[in-house]
Protein backbone atom coordinates (compact mmCIF):
# COMPACT_ATOMS: atom_id res chain seq x y z
CA UNK A 1 0.00 0.00 0.00
CA UNK A 2 1.52 3.37 -1.01
CA UNK A 3 0.02 6.29 0.43
CA UNK A 4 -2.14 7.12 3.70
CA UNK A 5 -5.15 7.61 1.80
CA UNK A 6 -5.09 4.23 -0.09
CA UNK A 7 -4.55 2.44 3.19
CA UNK A 8 -7.53 3.97 4.36
CA UNK A 9 -9.30 2.99 0.78
CA UNK A 10 -8.04 -0.84 1.26
CA UNK A 11 -9.56 -0.98 4.90
CA UNK A 12 -12.85 0.92 4.12
CA UNK A 13 -12.81 -1.91 0.97
CA UNK A 14 -12.67 -4.85 3.19
CA UNK A 15 -15.30 -3.40 5.96
CA UNK A 16 -17.63 -3.18 3.60
CA UNK A 17 -17.36 -6.36 2.27
CA UNK A 18 -17.32 -7.79 5.70
CA UNK A 19 -13.66 -8.85 5.52
CA UNK A 20 -12.91 -7.53 8.90
CA UNK A 21 -9.45 -9.32 9.16
CA UNK A 22 -8.06 -8.73 6.53
CA UNK A 23 -9.05 -4.62 7.03
CA UNK A 24 -7.84 -5.21 10.83
CA UNK A 25 -4.22 -6.30 8.96
CA UNK A 26 -4.35 -3.33 6.59
CA UNK A 27 -4.85 -1.19 9.71
CA UNK A 28 -1.81 -2.19 11.68
CA UNK A 29 0.45 -2.21 8.95
CA UNK A 30 -0.42 1.68 7.73
CA UNK A 31 -0.36 2.39 11.79
CA UNK A 32 3.15 1.15 11.33
CA UNK A 33 4.15 2.59 8.43
CA UNK A 34 2.92 5.67 8.73
CA UNK A 35 3.16 6.33 12.80
CA UNK A 36 2.91 9.90 13.16
CA UNK A 37 -0.55 9.86 10.73
CA UNK A 38 -3.41 10.60 13.01
CA UNK A 39 -5.21 9.52 9.65
CA UNK A 40 -3.81 5.94 9.70
CA UNK A 41 -4.07 5.72 13.33
CA UNK A 42 -7.95 6.43 13.33
CA UNK A 43 -8.40 3.46 10.49
CA UNK A 44 -6.76 1.26 12.84
CA UNK A 45 -9.68 2.40 15.12
CA UNK A 46 -11.97 1.92 13.19
CA UNK A 47 -11.10 -1.77 11.97
CA UNK A 48 -10.77 -2.87 16.17
CA UNK A 49 -13.89 -0.99 16.49
CA UNK A 50 -15.84 -3.25 13.58
CA UNK A 51 -13.76 -6.34 15.14
CA UNK A 52 -15.63 -5.75 18.12
CA UNK A 53 -13.16 -3.99 20.18
CA UNK A 54 -14.98 -0.90 20.92
CA UNK A 55 -12.77 0.20 23.69
CA UNK A 56 -9.33 -0.20 21.98
CA UNK A 57 -11.06 1.81 19.57
CA UNK A 58 -12.00 4.33 21.43
CA UNK A 59 -8.49 5.04 22.98
CA UNK A 60 -6.93 4.93 19.16
CA UNK A 61 -9.44 7.42 18.48
CA UNK A 62 -8.42 10.20 21.27
CA UNK A 63 -4.79 9.17 20.57
CA UNK A 64 -5.08 10.33 16.84
CA UNK A 65 -6.62 13.39 18.08
CA UNK A 66 -4.09 13.96 20.26
CA UNK A 67 -1.83 14.07 17.41
CA UNK A 68 -4.23 16.32 15.28
CA UNK A 69 -6.82 17.63 17.46
CA UNK A 70 -8.66 18.56 14.39
CA UNK A 71 -8.53 15.02 12.07
CA UNK A 72 -11.60 14.93 10.60
CA UNK A 73 -11.66 11.28 10.61
CA UNK A 74 -10.78 10.81 14.45
CA UNK A 75 -13.69 13.30 14.81
CA UNK A 76 -16.44 11.40 12.61
CA UNK A 77 -15.12 7.94 13.86
CA UNK A 78 -15.25 9.02 17.72
CA UNK A 79 -18.80 10.18 17.19
CA UNK A 80 -19.95 7.43 15.14
CA UNK A 81 -18.70 5.23 17.37
CA UNK A 82 -20.46 7.01 20.47
CA UNK A 83 -23.83 6.63 18.59
CA UNK A 84 -23.28 3.02 18.11
CA UNK A 85 -22.94 2.48 21.64
CA UNK A 86 -25.74 5.10 21.93
CA UNK A 87 -23.95 7.30 24.32
CA UNK A 88 -25.40 10.27 22.83
CA UNK A 89 -24.92 12.70 25.39
CA UNK A 90 -21.16 11.65 25.50
CA UNK A 91 -21.51 12.17 21.35
CA UNK A 92 -22.59 15.78 21.92
CA UNK A 93 -20.66 17.15 24.45
CA UNK A 94 -17.42 15.65 22.90
CA UNK A 95 -18.81 17.30 19.17
CA UNK A 96 -19.43 21.15 21.05
CA UNK A 97 -16.32 20.77 22.48
CA UNK A 98 -14.86 20.29 19.27
CA UNK A 99 -16.44 23.24 18.26
CA UNK A 100 -14.77 25.45 20.29
CA UNK A 101 -11.88 25.07 18.27
CA UNK A 102 -14.04 26.31 14.98
CA UNK A 103 -16.76 25.99 13.12
CA UNK A 104 -17.08 22.57 10.77
CA UNK A 105 -19.30 21.82 8.22
CA UNK A 106 -17.87 18.18 9.72
CA UNK A 107 -18.88 18.72 12.85
CA UNK A 108 -22.49 19.77 12.42
CA UNK A 109 -23.48 16.80 10.46
CA UNK A 110 -22.51 14.69 13.31
CA UNK A 111 -23.95 16.70 15.50
CA UNK A 112 -27.13 16.15 13.25
CA UNK A 113 -26.57 12.66 12.79
CA UNK A 114 -26.61 12.11 16.77
CA UNK A 115 -29.88 14.29 17.21
CA UNK A 116 -31.35 12.11 14.41
CA UNK A 117 -30.37 9.19 16.23
CA UNK A 118 -32.60 10.42 19.07
CA UNK A 119 -35.30 11.84 17.12
CA UNK A 120 -34.54 15.03 18.42
CA UNK A 121 -35.38 16.60 14.71
CA UNK A 122 -35.65 20.41 16.04
CA UNK A 123 -31.80 19.97 16.88
CA UNK A 124 -31.22 17.85 13.77
CA UNK A 125 -32.33 20.76 11.53
CA UNK A 126 -30.61 22.99 13.40
CA UNK A 127 -27.47 21.44 13.02
CA UNK A 128 -27.68 20.95 9.01
CA UNK A 129 -28.91 24.35 8.33
CA UNK A 130 -25.65 25.30 10.14
CA UNK A 131 -23.80 23.06 7.85
CA UNK A 132 -25.24 24.57 4.95
CA UNK A 133 -24.37 27.95 6.18
CA UNK A 134 -20.94 27.27 6.52
CA UNK A 135 -21.29 24.78 2.60
CA UNK A 136 -24.72 25.79 0.92
CA UNK A 137 -23.78 23.16 -1.77
CA UNK A 138 -22.49 20.13 0.73
CA UNK A 139 -24.17 17.18 -1.05
CA UNK A 140 -23.61 15.17 2.26
CA UNK A 141 -25.73 17.77 4.46
CA UNK A 142 -28.18 17.77 1.35
CA UNK A 143 -28.86 14.20 1.65
CA UNK A 144 -28.32 14.50 5.84
CA UNK A 145 -31.87 17.13 5.44
CA UNK A 146 -33.61 14.99 3.00
CA UNK A 147 -33.21 12.06 5.28
CA UNK A 148 -34.28 13.64 8.56
CA UNK A 149 -37.12 15.53 6.16
CA UNK A 150 -38.60 11.69 5.86
CA UNK A 151 -37.97 10.45 9.08
CA UNK A 152 -39.54 13.60 10.58
CA UNK A 153 -42.62 11.89 8.43
CA UNK A 154 -42.73 8.84 9.71
CA UNK A 155 -41.19 6.98 6.80
CA UNK A 156 -37.79 5.03 6.87
CA UNK A 157 -35.23 5.90 4.27
Request: aromatic share 6%; proline share 5%; hydrophobic share 45%.
Given at each position: VGTVESSQGL???NLALGRTQEALQIAKEGARRWAESAKSLTML?????HYGEPQKARKIFHDAMAMD???PEAVTALSQ???AEEKYTEAIEFLKAQLKQGESEN?????????TH??????AMQQIHRALAINP???????????????MKGKDP
Open positions: IKAGVALSPRCLNVIYLQMADVYQQNWPEVSESALKLLHRTELL
